[in-house]
């Protein structure tokens, strides 16, 4: 941080004995200007909401914000958290993702590519609609350094730090959000629903207590273990072909699966205070942790730092005090690996 930066955020920080009579609640509340994301803090970071409103594109379906995406070169190219993101060519034009960008404009998105491995989607709008990033040094930030980013809808820039080392997320099982009978016999067919999560994938798409669990895709199902096997093959998202025996009846489903977090913590007091978590949320080979408490709409858009170099894009709201944002590095890889990608389809067709 510079000392010009140093010397702006610490006056704008400073209370005066004055703004303690305007707490509006309680006297040791502080006024809403000057928390995190208040009018007198964000304008110390003046650089970094300038540039964070011309590089964010709003992705809306129905007119409604449902990400944000991070513009990366003057062709028009974006990328945005790809499973936010429900992308149809075949849907109703009522239907279809459009992109509101910083000028005002609103114009259509094509998809270009996804990166299963990143969950990043590679978009595209007509050029001239958005200011491309300018890539910091995320090697250049560590545990503390200021950053800053645009909630949903980008109407705001929201302050925070990073909170914690740059690492891998390791991946996390789905769950069909099912408890099982513990009296199952590994000589008979199926394994019986007991109860299901606050928030069952499986409850949702129509399976009922007593239904007998026995084929997971191919593998018919005769124990618990041999259950969470197969399913622990698949990511939450996933969906998996299930079938169960209700009475006499074979009945087939296909179950979208969830994490285990959002499945069976729902009534967690955390979880309840945190909101809703971004539907892929683990699984990153490199990541940045910041606190800014976005939600899931706001991911896809870019992490600044507070000379407005972006240094990541964010990609996961975890829980209430964690979203992970893609480092710049990996995130001009995968843009150009996809871009090479479309260009030899292309070539081909």
Do not use: C
């Amino acid at each position: 941080m510079s000392p010009q930066t140093a010397t702006a955020l610490l006056a704008a920080l400073v209370v005066p004995a004055t703004a303690l009579g305007q707490a509006e609640d309680f006297l040791d509340e502080l006024p809403k200007r000057l928390r995190l994301n208040g009018d007198v803090t964000v304008r110390a970071f003046g650089g970094a909401g300038a540039a964070a409103a011309q590089h964010t594109v709003v992705l809306t379906r129905y007119d409604e914000p449902v990400a944000l995406a991070t513009a990366v070169d003057a062709e028009g190219y974006l990328v945005a958290k790809a499973s936010d993101i429900a992308f149809e060519n075949a849907l109703p034009e009522e239907r279809k993702l459009k992109a509101e960008a910083a000028d005002g404009a609103v114009v259509e998105v094509e998809r270009v590519a996804l990166d299963p491995a990143t969950d990043l989607a590679l978009l595209k709008i007509e050029p001239g609609h958005a200011s491309p990033v300018s890539w910091g040094d995320p090697d250049a930030i560590s545990q503390g350094t200021w950053v800053a980013a645009m909630n949903a809808g980008a109407e705001q820039l929201f302050i925070g730090v990073i909170s914690a080392t740059r690492r891998q997320i390791e991946r996390r099982p789905g769950v069909l959000g099912v408890n099982l009978d513990t009296n199952d016999d590994p000589d008979e067919l199926g394994v019986a629903i007991e109860a299901f999560g606050p928030n069952s994938p499986a409850e949702r798409e129509g399976l009922d207590v007593g239904d007998l669990i026995i084929r997971v895709e191919e593998q018919e199902i005769r124990s618990r273990q041999q259950l969470a096997d197969e399913i622990t093959r698949f990511d939450p998202l996933d969906e998996v072909r299930v079938k169960v025996l209700r009475g006499e009846e074979g009945i087939p489903f296909v179950v979208t699966l969830n994490y285990m977090s959002n499945v069976f913590d729902m009534l967690d007091r955390n979880q309840r205070m945190s909101g809703k978590t971004s539907k892929r949320k683990a699984g990153f080979g490199d990541v940045l942790q910041h606190e800014i408490p976005l939600t899931p709409e706001a991911m896809g858009g870019p992490l600044l730092d507070l000379g407005g170099a972006t240094v990541g894009v964010n990609i996961a709201r975890a829980d209430r005090v964690t979203t992970f944002a893609l480092p710049a590095g990996v995130v001009r890889e995968v843009v150009e690996r996809l871009k090479a990608g479309a260009a030899e389809r292309e070539t081909a067709e």
